[in-house]
């Protein structure tokens, strides 16, 4: 029986055994992640003032530049991740390449890799709408010792030791598995201590919620014009709901709770889709596995796809499992 009162902390350590690695290093890890998330949670919290603080490309009272908020949750991330001397190497959103960390004594001996979206949907943020961080961690396969290379990035997402997201909502938060169920934390932000708010989560097997940027309809494959029209029909537990925030994190958390499908197909402009394979949708078709549900490029297992490259795109359909096999069978169909 979960602990509703156990804190992240006490979490990671009772759990690290499970760990097939050495525990103490994810934990640390983890333990990162979840500093700079709180950092990130507070500067994101402040985004509607603004106009009083002053914005992005302003000079504050300090005479410090301020700094856009994706930029600025990139920096938070990166050097929290750099000071636990735990990565060899870092791939982000917000860079063109990766990075690599020399670790202690600059000897390269650092063990995994992490890929993130510090901000994703940042878009919402003008609007006060949620944002979240999405983040992938892999071991090493380059040896310790030399310094990381692109191949400790480019592996395919079922070798994940770890993946999750932080939700910037009306609360904040960490959402996070290490390949034993998936287990949600809630901030308390007067004291700062992550609760166990949701333990073992589980994505319905089947859900009556379609998540879908429908503006694009007109440019979508004949397989997913065809499921969206499907979704809509009278018949069972037909017409879902429409449900789209437009920030991948809200949306695929909402669907994890209610049971749903989120969609990012590809379209006549952009045949690869929107939405990046290794730091977007690895990590939650990691989480969404782990829950019982599924990821499909609408062809096959998301996880099974070998990246070529650090920025790749890949359609996305994601979800409650009999959902998604669903929109697979339409797009085949096609
Ligand atoms: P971003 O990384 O530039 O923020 O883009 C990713 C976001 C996702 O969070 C969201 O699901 C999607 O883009 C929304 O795209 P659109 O506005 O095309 O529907
Ligand atoms: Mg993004």
């Known amino acids: 029986m979960a602990n509703r009162n156990q804190t992240l902390g006490e979490f990671i350590i009772e759990n690290q055994t499970e760990f097939k690695y050495s525990s103490g290093e994810l934990s640390r890890l983890i333990n990162s992640i979840r500093l700079a998330a709180k950092v990130v949670h507070h500067e994101v919290s402040k985004a509607g003032l603004v106009d009083i603080l002053g914005a992005a490309g302003d000079t504050n009272i300090q005479g410090e530049d301020q700094?856009?908020?994706?930029?600025?949750?990139?920096?938070?991330?990166?050097?929290?991740?750099?000071?636990?001397?735990?990565?060899?190497?870092?791939?982000?959103?917000?860079?063109?390449?990766?990075?690599?960390?020399?670790?202690?004594?600059?000897?390269?001996?650092?063990?995994?890799?992490?890929?993130?979206?510090?901000?994703?949907?940042?878009?919402?943020?003008?609007?006060?709408?949620?944002?979240?961080t999405i983040f992938s961690i892999y071991r090493r396969v380059s040896p310790e010792g030399t310094p990381a290379t692109i191949e400790d990035f480019l592996q395919p997402g079922h070798k994940q030791v770890a993946a999750g997201y932080i939700v910037y909502?009306?609360?904040?938060?960490?959402?996070?598995?290490?390949?034993?169920?998936?287990?949600?934390?809630?901030?308390?932000?007067?004291?700062?201590?992550?609760?166990?708010?949701?333990?073992?989560?589980?994505?319905?097997?089947?859900?009556?919620?379609?998540?879908?940027?429908?503006?694009?309809?007109?440019?979508?494959?004949q397989g997913v014009k065809n499921y969206i029209k499907y979704c809509q029909q009278e018949e069972g537990n037909r017409p879902y709901t429409s449900r789209y925030i437009g920030s991948l994190v809200s949306d695929f958390h909402r669907n994890l709770i209610k049971g749903g499908i989120y969609l990012y197909p590809s379209t006549s402009k952009d045949p690869k889709g929107k939405l990046r394979l290794l730091y977007e949708c690895n990590p939650?078709?990691?989480?969404?596995?782990?829950?019982?549900?599924?990821?499909?490029?609408?062809?096959?297992?998301?996880?099974?796809?070998?990246?070529?490259?650090?920025?790749?795109?890949?359609?996305?359909?994601?979800?409650?499992?009999?959902?998604?096999?669903?929109?697979?069978?339409?797009m085949q169909k096609k």
């Open 284 to 330: 939650i078709a990691y989480l969404a596995e782990q829950a019982g549900g599924l990821a499909s490029d609408g062809y096959g297992r998301i996880l099974d796809i070998k990246p070529t490259e650090l920025h790749q795109r890949v359609p996305f359909y994601c979800g409650s499992k009999n959902m998604v096999l669903k929109a697979e069978e339409f």
């Open 67 to 132: 700094q856009k908020l994706d930029v600025y949750a990139n920096d938070i991330f990166i050097k929290t991740l750099i000071n636990r001397e735990i990565v060899c190497g870092i791939a982000s959103e917000e860079e063109d390449d990766f990075i690599t960390v020399k670790g202690r004594n600059e000897k390269n001996d650092n063990k995994y890799v992490v890929l993130m979206d510090p901000l994703d949907g940042s878009s919402n943020i003008d609007v006060n709408v949620s944002v979240g």
């Open 169 to 221: 909502g009306t609360s904040t938060m960490i959402v996070y598995s290490t390949g034993h169920g998936v287990n949600g934390f809630t901030l308390n932000p007067a004291i700062g201590t992550y609760y166990l708010s949701h333990p073992n989560m589980q994505l319905p097997e089947d859900g009556n919620i379609y998540s879908v940027n429908e503006g694009n309809y007109v440019h979508f494959p």
